[in-house]
């Protein structure tokens, strides 16, 4: 068995030890393409470790290689890069990605920002099979969590990659086992990948309840927390609800 793995971060490394441990495939039978970042130091150093072939470039830009490879499947795990329809063509769409919410709900990307920006009470994790389109193919399994009023972008972030390491044998075995998998349902959403509100909020633009759930969702060390100003030229980071304390006073009464 070949298998072409696009991964990064901690979820990356993470499925991808648990895909190791699921088949017994030879180190020489697995390439991944990846980003080099800071935030990506870790799994790289484990590819590194471990020898396994990897490369920074997209894989939309190695159809030759991935021809010759000739891959079985392909694992796709906070990839970054949109994968065409021509690389998907070689493996013959048997090709798997990994979403952070339930699909078709919080397409794109920062779906746990926007959960706890929209005041969600659930999210989940989708794995789905990938075609021409962005995260709309067909649900090979999905699990769902609750959102606590005390969960930030970070560990929401963290608490849904324990969440694919816990499914992802069930999800690859229904992969290989050729399930067709259920056609997504119910009202889609979408999100690009820019900060919302550009990282800032104006607060006479914004109730109390409101700032409170955009400090939880800019909350992701080391990036910068929530900024926000006013009229005045007043600015203030805030990297906790409590720092708004401070300021209630300023905000929307709402």
Sequence with gaps: MKIIYCGFGRAGLECLYQLLNI???KIEDIVVFTHDSPENN???????NINITFHYTSINEHDNFLRGFNPDFLISVYYRYIIKPRVLEIVGYKAMNLHPSLLPAYRGTKSSVWAILNNEKKT?????????KIDDGN?????????????????????????????????????????????????????????????????????????????RAMYFPPF????????DGFTIEANSIYDLEKIKHKFKVG
């Design 23 to 25: 088949v017994n495939i």
């Design 42 to 48: 870790t799994f790289i150093e484990h590819l590194n």
């Design 124 to 132: 989940g994790i989708s794995f789905h099979y990938i075609n021409e």
């Design 139 to 215: 649900i090979i399994l999905q699990d769902e969590i609750d959102i606590s009023k005390h969960d930030t972008a970070y560990s929401l972030y963290n608490k849904l990659i324990s969440l694919f390491v816990s499914n992802f044998r069930v999800a690859f075995n229904r992969l290989i086992d050729k399930y067709n998998g259920e056609a997504q349902c119910g009202e889609a959403s979408y999100y690009k990948r820019e900060l919302p509100y550009g990282g800032v909020r104006e607060v006479s633009n914004c109730t109390f309840s409101e700032a409170q759930r955009f400090v």
């Design 224 to 231: 910068k927390g929530a900024i926000f100003t006013d009229n």
